[in-house]
Structures are given as structure tokens and as C-alpha cells.
């Protein structure tokens, strides 16, 4: 097979693989993941993070919620009656913040309150896909559902962005349950940053020596710059054959310079008085150190960018393992829950893709610049 087959046959692959990536990135931008830290324990143990410490952080100042809100979801897929008729939804046992947290506005009487949360009340909030597939409506508040043999009195209806998937909220300290991961809504201009949260979690017991936290838009906003780290790295290894080739080329003009030079002066040579091929190797060298400068600089341009990319994925490999803990077991996922387990699947699926792309890049990279000995054997052929 011709050198120009295998060249096309890796080119077709590479673009291929680079519309994977492409993909990857516009459904990670699609995902509506907000400002949201989640932090999740570094090693999952089995019993989750103590729901009864975290409620010590969400606090109400005259009615005001506080500066710092913790929210979680422990979500389960249940059977659920209501009307004398049966249905399948997500249970998510939650906190009275969650809302807040989220960014989920309601559309029909309230969410549960704190009091609601402190005395383990039997109360619920549908979002709007279960209020419309229960109720058939969103004026619900005062009807009650049925969940596990224990009737729930519905307060109200959110719009958690999520109308493919009926979602019911209950107080989790109705349950003994557990959540293995917590999320924080990070705003800048009020003061609640990434350091912020690291800082007052301490207070629980919640430091970033056993836990990880991750912010999604960071991990949302990485998988979309992997299409780029691919054409970066590609762009490195074509770079990296072409300065070994022009080294190579050089050191040959150097060579074929010496047996120019005797034959001819140097007066004669800059002159151009040398004729034919002496000529062009006489011009080879200088032409060839230049392209040598400019691809060296073009190399040192483009490589600290891909090392700082390779960098933060190192920081941000605790998400892929965190995730998994914390969502992919599960057999059900609330909105946010089942937007974190795909943008793990997304910048799993791209790493791969990129490794993939990367393999692509250099070998077509070594295709693309044949040295003197493969050149000679295209021609013949």
C-alpha cells in the first residue's frame, strides 16, 4: 500500500474520532449543571456523610437563608400511590435548601420548610412531570401521596428543568438514610467561593483530604475544550517529526555545503554564480533554518498550553472516581444526579477519544514527513 493510502486511511479515522469529541462537547455544554461544587468523600465507606451535622450548616437568619447552603439528594426509584391509582417515580430525600441550591423555582405553593425538615414531617413536592402525571395539574398543595405505605401531603410543585422524569422531594430526616455526596451553589459576588466552602466545611469535619471537591461547571467546561487539546496535541506532534526532519535536512545541506564549497567560493556562492543544483544546496541550509526556528517556536508556543491541560485533568481525576461512588450505583437518579453520571460518561468517553486521537495524530504525523530513504521508495513505486 502507497504511503498516500495509509496517509488518507488515518486522516479519515482521526476526523472521525475528532467528530466524537465535537459531539462530547456540544452534550456537555447542553447539560444544565450551574455553579454547583459537589463535594463527594475521596473513599467512599458505605455510610454516607452525616445528614444530622450538615443541617448545622444551613441556618435561617430571618428567614434569610444563610450565606453558605448544603443541599444533597438520596434518590430511589419507588412505588407510589395517590387518586386510588399506582405510579413510578424518583424519591429524592433532600434537605429544605434544595431549591436554592439547585436554582429550582416553584410554580405552585412551596417546597418543605425548615420546620417541616426538623419534625420529620410526612410532606412532599412534586416537580412538574409527576404534579402533571399524579394530579394532572400543578395545583396540588393539600393532596396527598402514598409512598411506601406512608401517606405524604404535598406542599407544592417545582420546575427542576427535568420534565422527562417524575421527581418527588421529601424531608430526608423522615429516613435514616445517608447522602454519599453534597452540592453547594458557588457565587462569586456574594463571597462563595471554591476556598470559601473548603474553609467552613472544616467546621464539619468535611476537609479536602478526604474529600474531593469538584466544581461541573470546571468539568463541563474542560470536556469542552478536549476538541481543542486534540488539535493541540496534534498540531505538537506534527511540529515534533517535522523538527526531527528538518534537523535531519539541515545537517544534510551542511553536508552537501562542505562539497559545494569545493568547488566553488563562498564570494561565488552568495553571489549566485553557482549554477543548477549546486545553487539550491547551497540555499537548502538557510532555508531549512528557518523553517527550523519558526517550527521550534510554534513547539514552544503551543506546549506549555497542552501541559497545563494535562495538569487539570490530574485535578480533576477525583470526579471520575467520586461520580462513581456516589451515582452510577445508584438505580435511579434525580435531574442533577443523572446530569453528573452523564458528564462523567462525557469526559470519560473523550479521554478515550482524545488517547485515541492522539495515536491517530502521530502516526500520521510520521507519515507525513517521510525521511529521504521512503521518498526515494515513492518515487519508484
Given at each position: 500500500?502507497?504511503?498516500?493510502?495509509?496517509?488518507?486511511?488515518?486522516?479519515?479515522?482521526?476526523?472521525?474520532?475528532?467528530?466524537?469529541?465535537?459531539f462530547a462537547a456540544v452534550m456537555a455544554g447542553n447539560l444544565n449543571v450551574g455553579e454547583l461544587l459537589l463535594i463527594a468523600p475521596k473513599v467512599a465507606d458505605g455510610?454516607?456523610?452525616?445528614?444530622?451535622?450538615?443541617a448545622e450548616v444551613n441556618y435561617v437568619d430571618g428567614n434569610k437563608p444563610s450565606k453558605l447552603m448544603l443541599t444533597y439528594e438520596i434518590a430511589s426509584m419507588e412505588?407510589?400511590?395517590?387518586?386510588?391509582?399506582?405510579?413510578?417515580?424518583?424519591?429524592?430525600?433532600?434537605?429544605?435548601?434544595?431549591?436554592?441550591?439547585?436554582?429550582?423555582?416553584?410554580?405552585?405553593?412551596?417546597?418543605?420548610?425548615?420546620?417541616?425538615?426538623?419534625?420529620?414531617?410526612?410532606?412532599?413536592?412534586?416537580?412538574?412531570?409527576?404534579?402533571?402525571?399524579?394530579?394532572?395539574?400543578?395545583?396540588?398543595?393539600?393532596?396527598?401521596?402514598?409512598?411506601?405505605?406512608?401517606?405524604?401531603?404535598?406542599?407544592?410543585?417545582?420546575?427542576?428543568?427535568?420534565?422527562?422524569?417524575?421527581?418527588?422531594?421529601?424531608?430526608?430526616?423522615?429516613?435514616?438514610?445517608?447522602?454519599?455526596?453534597?452540592?453547594?451553589?458557588?457565587?462569586?459576588?456574594?463571597?462563595?467561593?471554591?476556598?470559601?466552602?473548603?474553609?467552613?466545611?472544616?467546621?464539619?469535619?468535611?476537609?479536602?483530604?478526604?474529600?474531593?471537591?469538584?466544581?461541573?461547571?470546571?468539568?463541563?467546561?474542560?470536556?469542552?475544550?478536549?476538541?481543542?487539546?486534540?488539535?493541540?496535541?496534534?498540531?505538537?506532534?506534527?511540529?515534533?517529526?517535522?523538527?526531527?526532519?528538518?534537523?535531519?535536512?539541515?545537517?544534510?545541506?551542511?553536508?552537501?555545503?562542505?562539497?559545494?564549497?569545493?568547488?566553488?567560493?563562498?564570494?561565488?556562492?552568495?553571489?549566485?554564480?553557482?549554477?543548477?543544483?549546486?545553487?539550491?544546496?547551497?540555499?537548502?541550509?538557510?532555508?531549512?533554518?528557518?523553517?527550523?526556528?519558526?517550527?521550534?517556536?510554534?513547539?514552544?508556543?503551543?506546549?506549555?498550553?497542552?501541559?497545563?491541560?494535562?495538569?487539570?485533568?490530574?485535578?480533576?481525576?477525583?470526579?471520575?472516581?467520586?461520580?462513581?461512588?456516589?451515582?452510577?450505583?445508584?438505580?435511579?437518579?434525580s435531574a442533577i444526579g443523572a446530569a453528573v453520571y452523564t458528564l462523567q460518561k462525557l469526559m470519560l468517553g473523550s479521554l478515550i477519544l482524545l488517547s485515541v486521537f492522539?495515536?491517530?495524530?502521530?502516526?500520521?504525523?510520521?507519515?507525513?514527513?517521510?525521511?529521504?530513504?521512503?521518498?526515494?521508495?515513492?518515487?519508484?513505486?
Amino acid at each position: 500500500m502507497r504511503i498516500r493510502h495509509v496517509r488518507l486511511a488515518v486522516l479519515l479515522f482521526a476526523a472521525f474520532v475528532f467528530a466524537g469529541l465535537l459531539f462530547a462537547a456540544v452534550m456537555a455544554g447542553n447539560l444544565n449543571v450551574g455553579e454547583l461544587l459537589l463535594i463527594a468523600p475521596k473513599v467512599a465507606d458505605g455510610r454516607g456523610i452525616d445528614k444530622d451535622t450538615l443541617a448545622e450548616v444551613n441556618y435561617v437568619d430571618g428567614n434569610k437563608p444563610s450565606k453558605l447552603m448544603l443541599t444533597y439528594e438520596i434518590a430511589s426509584m419507588e412505588s407510589v400511590r395517590a387518586l386510588n391509582s399506582g405510579y413510578s417515580a424518583t424519591v429524592v430525600k433532600t434537605n429544605y435548601t434544595y431549591p436554592y441550591v439547585m436554582g429550582n423555582s416553584v410554580i405552585g405553593g412551596s417546597f418543605f420548610t425548615e420546620n417541616d425538615e426538623r419534625q420529620g414531617r410526612r410532606v412532599a413536592a412534586l416537580n412538574r412531570a409527576a404534579a402533571h402525571e399524579i394530579f394532572g395539574g400543578y395545583d396540588v398543595a393539600g393532596a396527598e401521596v402514598v409512598i411506601g405505605g406512608d401517606r405524604f401531603t404535598v406542599t407544592g410543585v417545582v420546575q427542576n428543568g427535568d420534565d422527562g422524569n417524575s421527581n418527588i422531594y421529601v424531608p430526608a430526616s423522615y429516613y435514616s438514610d445517608n447522602p454519599n455526596s453534597i452540592f453547594v451553589r458557588l457565587d462569586v459576588a456574594a463571597g462563595v467561593t471554591e476556598e470559601y466552602v473548603v474553609n467552613e466545611c472544616k467546621a464539619i469535619s468535611i476537609t479536602d483530604s478526604r474529600y474531593d471537591f469538584i466544581s461541573l461547571s470546571s468539568i463541563s467546561g474542560f470536556v469542552s475544550r478536549i476538541p481543542l487539546m486534540g488539535l493541540k496535541f496534534a498540531a505538537i506532534c506534527l511540529l515534533a517529526v517535522a523538527l526531527y526532519r528538518l534537523i535531519m535536512g539541515f545537517f544534510r545541506g551542511v553536508s552537501d555545503m562542505k562539497k559545494i564549497s569545493e568547488r566553488f567560493y563562498l564570494k561565488d556562492i552568495l553571489m549566485g554564480r553557482s549554477k543548477g543544483a549546486a545553487g539550491a544546496s547551497a540555499v537548502r541550509p538557510v532555508l531549512i533554518l528557518s523553517a527550523l526556528v519558526a517550527s521550534l517556536a510554534l513547539l514552544l508556543l503551543l506546549f506549555p498550553s497542552i501541559v497545563e491541560d494535562f495538569l487539570l485533568l490530574e485535578d480533576l481525576f477525583g470526579f471520575l472516581r467520586t461520580s462513581y461512588a456516589s451515582f452510577y450505583s445508584s438505580d435511579s437518579a434525580s435531574a442533577i444526579g443523572a446530569a453528573v453520571y452523564t458528564l462523567q460518561k462525557l469526559m470519560l468517553g473523550s479521554l478515550i477519544l482524545l488517547s485515541v486521537f492522539g495515536l491517530a495524530a502521530t502516526v500520521l504525523a510520521a507519515v507525513s514527513f517521510p525521511d529521504r530513504k521512503h521518498r526515494k521508495a515513492q518515487e519508484a513505486t
